[in-house]
């Protein structure tokens, strides 16, 4: 059967071309061997530099956990919109995309060690609303707050909401990526419909999901304090690392000989608009939002987390992804040509998922000062915590970054050597080939 | 295949003999954007720089073909929406955190207003107007550059009063050399087109100036 493909589409067609083979053996096998030594490595490090009850290593490992978590959720938002509207140009682009969304289907593994913290009674250490008593004794003034919150943040439901979220994930993942190999096997225009259909529903089951994991896994790190628009935070944070890694996944899948004669500089272009428009400028936005709402209005509960950020070390921080996170990559990628040249959009790119890091790490890390609920004086904390430090120079993040995103990249590098690298059959491959942007 | 048309007062191309219009240009009619795709890249090729290509839809790498250049619009924007910034930084700091006195247009004087205990120069508060600027200032040169820079608004064009072009929006595909081109040569112009193997080629006057 022809499917209407020209001679020149079919040859870039070829199993050659669309096939990642044994060419990334190297490499998985290299991510295998840093994630088991990252992951081992930190363990080990944890006894000597975790902190009390190893607090920093069980945060490091959600910071980075959050970080490979938002990759997968960047890359399913990617999917689903391009359903809901029909995109034709990004059919060469989108398998890769199905494929680092389909991790999705395995990541609660990575969740596994809170399961254990739950189950030894410790997850009170990360999360404060975990042991109450604990935060009776230590925080009183916190404690009332927390209190009144007790029927959202309590431990069953906790563990239900997380189950519902990684299955709502998986379920998303593995519908488009089934369905888009369908269509790629058979070419069948009811598979697409169908597709396509869902993508609705897919999206609001996508932003409800994101929005609460946020509020639970990030939000509730600091239980007395809360922002509505901290769900948004998370999936502009998403969209940054998603659109990031789908990138530089092309981009080294075409640097292996892959893909050639099927994504050209008109789709790189296009996915850096959309790393520009939703992870620089969109991110920065909502940053911003939420900053400005809290310094303007000045109400002690809601300063009280910025002031965590803005003592000791933090302003560095703070500063770096203020620079590091916006105005930088702004002035960097708001031409056209950085976005079609690939070496300097894969250093772009490179560049979003290291701050992306700093982002998570600035989210997770901190802890907001536990004097502050009672304090008449901010000034009096933020001398006594003149000299806070802020981990950054911590070998644990270096471990643990390697351990978990070489697990990641592994797993990653499994599911593009099973399947064919683009929807050979999809009835629009022809037009996203020719794309232009005009 | 080509039904060759007269080219009516061929000869006055450029000069105003009395009773006679103006030459504006020739234009030669093609059937298919790939047509069009040849023929644009050797009118480039022969020199050829008051011209264009108008089609019924837009035809990919028919700028290419064409050779047309990057526009400067994009650095004009990005100077307006920096403009925008920065006035709106320094109005708003001159505003509301200074005392002295400049002249603009009249004498003016800054007012410091203390706003819930805020240091009187303090960013975050006037980074909603500055980015609001720059995007006002962004997207109104960008609209205004982009019809001054096409040269509109304009109520005719002498392609307009043309019959044949008219097919222009609907399935015909037109190359338009202008008598302005310092490489137009009366009836060696039409020439060339015709060796472009247009369905036809054909003069189109200048539209009659009001008496």
Known sequence: MSHGHSAALEAHLDTANIRLGGAGLKARRLALAAGVVGIGASVLLGGAYGGEHGIFLIKSWLQVFLLVLSASLGALFFVIIQHLTHAGWSVTVRRPAELIASNLTWIWVLFLPFVVMAATGKLGVLFPWADLEHLKAHAPGEYDLVVAKSAFLNQPFF???????????????????????????????????????????????????????????????????????????????????????????????????????????EHYQDLGKLLFGFGIVFWAYIAFSQYMLIWYANIPEETGWYLARQIGNWPYVSLALLFGHFVIPFLGLISKWPKRMPQFLMLGALWMIAFAWVDFFWLVMPTIPHELAEAADYMAIVEA?????????????????????????????????????????????????????? | MSTLVTTPRESTGGSGVPGHRRVYGVIAEFETPGAILKAAEQVRLAGYRWWDCCTPFPVHGLDKAMGVKNTILPWLVFGAGATGTTVAFLLQSFTNSFDFTIWAMVWVTGYPFLISGKPLLSLPAFIPVMFELTILLAATSC??????????????????????????????????????????RPGHTEEFLRSLGPVAVEAVEEEPCPE
């Open chain 1, 159 to 265: 563990w239900i909401r997380a189950a519902v979220y990684f299955l709502v994930w998986a379920l998303l993942a593995r519908f488009y990526l089934k369905g888009s190999l369908e269509v790629g096997e058979t070419g069948n225009v009811a598979v697409e419909a169908r597709l396509s259909k869902w993508a609705g529903p897919s999206a609001i089951l996508f932003g409800l999901t994101t929005s609460f994991a946020a509020f639970d896994w990030i939000m509730s790190l600091s239980p007395g304090w809360f922002s509505t628009m901290f769900g948004v935070y998370f999936f502009a944070a998403c969209a940054t690392t998603g659109f990031s890694t789908i990138i530089i996944c092309c981009l080294l899948l075409q640097r292996s000989g892959r893909l050639q004669g099927l994504v050209s500089a």
């Open chain 1, 385 to 438: 915590y003149r000299d806070a430090p802020t981990g950054i120079f911590n070998p644990i993040n270096l471990t643990m970054t390697m351990g978990l995103v070489g697990i990641y990249a592994w797993a990653t590098l499994n599911r593009l050597e099973r399947y064919p690298l683009v929807c050979r059959r999809d009835p629009w491959l022809q037009n996203a080939v020719a794309f232009e942007n005009m």
């Open chain 2, 143 to 184: 609209f205004g550059l982009m019809f001054l820079f096409n040269g509109l608004p304009r109520h005719s064009h002498p392609l307009l009063a043309n019959d044949r072009f008219r097919r222009v929006t609907n399935d015909r595909f037109f190359v338009v050399i202008e008598t302005r081109d310092p490489r137009y």
